[in-house]
């Protein structure tokens, strides 16, 4: 793997995380988070299918071994350095932007009732189907043979 294919695709996920703030903000600010979150989050798994597919042209499968990936290969490079520094940048603007609509959804950053890191997931707690506003348990959305996109706790990933 050489320096220009590490970097377009690094450069891959960097627009597709910025890109994907943009229309996110966008439809925000003609609507309401809530409206967003009905309506339209399905764009925010343009991000992890980008994530997905990057990583796995480097032939690495977490994030973590991105790093450790780029360390390894090319800790010389100036212009890998300067793309994990842009890419440390909008993985940072989108943890930012994740917390905001979290802040606008809950009225505030943290509450007591939210899952905190360490938590475990109990598979009769109860989650909203954003296609049908309806609680449902974590079991019944694991029914075989179908995908579910599931965004938990999406500031811990």
């Not at 800790?75 to 440390?88: N, Q, R, V, Y």
């Not at 449902?136 to 995908?147: A, E, F, I, P, R």
Request: aromatic share 6%; with cysteine.
């Amino acid at each position: 793997m050489n320096v220009g294919a590490v970097c377009d695709s690094l450069d891959s996920v960097i627009s597709t995380i910025e890109d994907t703030i943009t229309e996110a903000r966008g439809y925000i600010s003609k609507g309401t988070a809530d409206k967003f979150v009905s309506e339209r989050i399905g764009c925010l798994a343009e991000v992890i299918e980008c994530y997905g597919s990057e990583m796995k042209k480097l032939g690495i499968t977490k994030r973590e071994e991105l790093d450790n990936f780029m360390k390894q290969n090319f800790s010389s490079s100036d212009k890998i350095f300067k793309k994990k520094k842009e890419l440390d940048k909008a993985e940072k603007n989108w943890h930012s932007f994740l917390k905001e609509v979290d802040t606008e959804l809950t009225g505030y950053g943290s509450s007591p009732h939210l899952v905190k890191v360490g938590d475990e997931l109990d598979l009769d707690s109860d989650l909203i189907d954003l296609d049908t506003g309806e609680a449902v348990s974590v079991k019944d959305s694991l029914k075989c043979g179908q995908v579910v996109l599931m965004i938990l706790l999406r500031h811990f990933s």
